[in-house]
């Protein structure tokens, strides 16, 4: 319980998602968030309503058509509005936040200039990393440079960013919360920084978006990304860009299509169907607000969305503490990232190794006793390189998102222990 909002009501929560009632996957803990989230129903009818009934080109003067049209719109009205996102920029929804930042890179490529520099920070999915080195490699004349994390915490630091910045770079790509070490970085702050020197910001916030919501207009960063499958939505990514900088970045579509500043990044268009999964999230927040607050939401959608997110992050937290402490205080085990629960300072993206045991043995113990969890490198290759992890081999990742219980939280305990 916070003096700001009531406790979540896990048991409801978890009633909006089929899987939890389904007599083979449902007695099951999903500690893999970060791989990607369930589903609720409200998402699920939300697709299949825009499947099964207006499945056709939207826009067009019919009424099928017309209705796939205010569905879409409907959708990425409430993207805009949940996130916060400030007048001058604008949302997408394409294939995957690997694919939109591949894009942007493309679209910035002609820009370029020999003397200009790109900062990646190797705190890094490779989303975000990949497609900036390319492009540093590449053009003439193009330097790249790494922000590095501290090694022995995988941290990244306002001071090392400094003096990386000069006022030839031209982009800064870095990660709102690493989808291996867990840390949230504070965006606002480190954007803030960079525009002092005049570079663009490219933020990844699929590993904060599960847990939070992000503030697009406090953060202020040029391109802003996230992956909706990840928070309780359909397999796309979402993309924020701010105008001024579309403008000026090479359209990627179809000629005639580039006066479309929401076309210039997505040149195959995007899945319809799963973009009106949109209006199903806005449904379960709602259901949900009202189970919660016995009224209906008023007042601007970030506000009200975020308290719930608030309240599931609250949850989140207060269940993977007892997990945290073990792993902190067990002299076997790694824990990588803050070693502390703390409200908004750290997703419950837990991740660690254990002396004499590989990662894929601990998971296995896991599955014995029905928590399904991963071993692997998550595709933060950089980031475990800069630890001295050998990728290949990888860590123990514990997901947890909001429809996560205590229960789960002891059988994954108790399975560790044995693992050990
Ligand atoms: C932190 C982070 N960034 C980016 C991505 C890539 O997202 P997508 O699968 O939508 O390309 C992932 C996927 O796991 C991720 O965890």
Redesign the pocket.
Known sequence: MSANHPALDVHFLRNQFPVFQHPDYGDWGYFEN??GSQAPRQVAEAFQDAFTLTKVQPYYPYGPSLDMGEKIDRAIAFTTEMLNVPKDARVFLGA????NIYMLAEGLRPTLRAGDEIIVSNQ??E??AGAWVRLANEVDGVTLKIWEVDPGTGRLSLGSLSALLTERTKVLAF?H???VVGEMNDAAAIVALAHKVGARTVV?G??YAPHLVPDLAAIGADAY?Y?A??TFAA?Q?VMVVRDDWLEGLENQGHFFNGAYLEKRLNPGGPQHAEIACMNGLRQFYEDLYIHHFGEAPKGPTHNWVGAMQRMFHTHECRIAAPLMDFLRDEPRINLLGPSDMTFGKRAPTISFTVTGVPARDVTAKLADVKIGASAGH???WRLMEALGIQPEEGVVRLSLVSYNTDDEVARALGAIKAAL
């Open positions: 970060a791989g995957s936040t690997t694919n890094e999915h989303a975000n990660t919360c690493s989808n990844d699929v590993a990304c992956s499958y990840k397999h990514g998550y595709y933060a």
